[in-house]
């Protein structure tokens, strides 16, 4: 099983740390469009990063919290995890 | 004070989340009829604490009122300010299309005096617990005394002038005060007031050493000014918006002009200084009235300040026969407040809001749970009482030393000359 973190996590996350309802074929669907679009702000995609990094227990790449949309965001902490696995 | 009051502000909407009621309407019912819901304290947290009665509010369900990304996002206090505002602004008749086609004309204004404390505990409890990684970062906002202002303009569109008064009780009337100046200025609309969440643990704590809190275990004698019995005052959450509006902007959209903010003033004389807040309190109706070109003899019905407190009691009996003359021993004096407590910068925009109710109804809602009035005022109890109102006084005194005062009239009435 892949340890890349998945649409359906950051739909979790955005709910628990945003309270923000997006079900996760949504983000797939919308993936370019902008964390604005949602109603994230950047202090909900901050509390996101945070839950991240306590949950993987390493930190999120610097700026992870400035990405403009879910794609780029998912690109940017999945990158600081083992590839695949 | 000198401004040509070229653009006067009217009430056109009035939104109230109060411990007798989570509307407008049972809120007058309940304040006419002068039913007090104070009752021993049963928040979570709070049972062991020596503050044992408060005006709680039970029928309030935050995830009906506010959205979900609010209820993670900010505290009961934000969440009493839009439910209230929502029923303000339906009140008042604006839809959200007339706001979102001149979003500039729409501004907020609330006053705080306790902030987010409920929030604020929980992050902070987060952080010795667990650590810093596990406070949310919205814990940065929510707790702050401006969240409410912030949210409200935010989540309805709003972007004309905004503000917050981070004060003492007093700072409820100065909101409404700087909303009127607002209007003057040149914005339309002004939503405006405030609203409180004090009864959790952190914020029950930090209220523990003021003096003049009651800690009376019995909720029918645990708030009762200007009487031999008085003991404090018992803290309240909840509050009311208003919405404050230019009376010409009103006139041209077939909005009805409940009532004119017609002349406001405040004054300061030192935390806990009640003695000389008699001088304090008396300059400030001055003030008001000077603004409102209002004759003492003007004024139906003043609603007091009523701390609960003997020397504040009695200055403020004494002020008010300072500012009015032998009019002063004359006019009704009420206090509907003791049956919900007190709600710090809530406190007199609940009044404002039963004043002007009161006004339109033509009736005095009375002052529960006070009998045996030992000052020289005439002070409406036990039941309310019918008589034509068409000016009234609210006054309002914070614990650390603001004084008040605000001059209303019924409708959009031009100043008598």
């Known amino acids: 099983m892949s340890e890349n973190i998945t649409a359906e996590e950051l739909a979790e996350l955005m709910k628990k740390a945003a309270g923000i309802t997006v079900a996760p074929e949504e983000l797939r669907e919308r993936s370019d469009d902008s964390f604005d679009t949602f109603g994230i702000d950047s202090l909900g995609l901050l509390g996101i990063v945070g839950e991240l990094e306590k949950r993987y227990g390493t930190p999120m790449p610097p700026d992870s919290e400035k990405s403009k949309s879910p794609r780029q965001f998912l690109d940017a902490v999945n990158s600081a995890l083992p590839a695949g696995a | 004070m000198s401004e040509p009051h070229t653009r006067r502000a009217v009430v056109t909407g009035i939104g109230v989340v109060a411990p007798n009621g989570t509307s407008t309407e049972t809120f007058w019912k309940a304040t006419r009829e002068g039913i007090s819901v104070l009752d021993r304290v049963t928040r979570e947290g709070c049972e062991h604490l020596p503050l044992r009665v408060a005006g709680e509010i039970r029928d309030f369900d935050p995830p009906s009122a506010v959205e979900e990304r609010y209820l993670v996002q900010t505290d009961r206090f934000t969440h009493f300010a839009m439910a209230a505002a929502d029923l303000a602004i339906d009140e008042a008749g604006l839809n959200r299309s007339d706001t979102d086609a001149s979003p500039f004309s729409v501004g907020v204004v609330t006053a705080a005096g306790s902030g987010g404390g409920e929030f604020g505990q929980r992050e902070l409890q987060q952080l010795w617990d667990k650590g810093s990684r596990y406070v949310g970062p919205y814990q940065s906002i929510a707790w702050f005394y401006a969240a409410s202002t912030g949210q409200i303009s935010i989540r309805r569109g709003f972007k004309g002038p905004c503000g917050v008064v981070a004060a003492d009780e007093a700072g409820g009337l100065d909101a ?242």
């Not at chain 2, 003021?210 to 909840?238: D, K, M, N």
């Not at chain 2, 406190?347 to 339109?360: S, T």
């Not at chain 2, 409406?380 to 614990?399: D, F, M, P, W, Y």
């Open chain 2, 176 to 417: 409404l005060a700087h909303a009127a100046r607002a209007v003057r200025r040149g914005t339309d609309v002004l939503v405006a007031g405030a609203t409180e969440a004090p009864l959790a643990p952190y914020s029950m704590v930090c209220q523990l050493g003021y003096e003049e809190l009651s800690t009376e275990e019995v909720p029918e004698c645990a708030y009762r000014p200007f009487t031999s019995a008085a003991c404090g005052f018992v803290p309240a959450e909840g509050g009311a918006m208003l919405v404050v509006e230019a009376e010409t902007s009103a006139r041209e959209r077939g909005a009805s002009a409940r009532a004119t903010l017609a002349g406001h003033a405040a004054t300061f004389t030192g935390a806990s200084r009640w003695r000389q807040s008699r001088e304090g309190l008396a300059q400030a109706i001055r003030g008001a009235l000077e603004e409102a070109a209002c004759a003492p003899e003007e004024i139906d019905v003043v609603f007091a300040d009523a701390l609960g407190v003997p020397e504040a009691d009695r200055a403020e009996a004494l002020a008010i026969a300072d500012a009015l003359g032998a009019h002063g021993r004359r006019v009704p004096v009420t206090a509907p407040k003791t049956a919900i407590g007190r709600g710090y910068c809530a406190a007199p925009v609940l009044d404002v809001a039963a004043a002007v109710l009161a006004m339109e109804h033509g009736v005095i809602p009375p002052t529960p749970n006070v009998h045996d009035v030992c000052h020289d005022l005439d002070l409406v109890t036990t039941r309310a009482r019918a008589t034509e109102l068409r000016t009234a006084l609210v006054l309002s005194r914070g614990l650390m030393g603001s004084n008040s005062a605000l001059v209303l009239r019924r409708g959009a009435t031009e100043a008598s000359q």
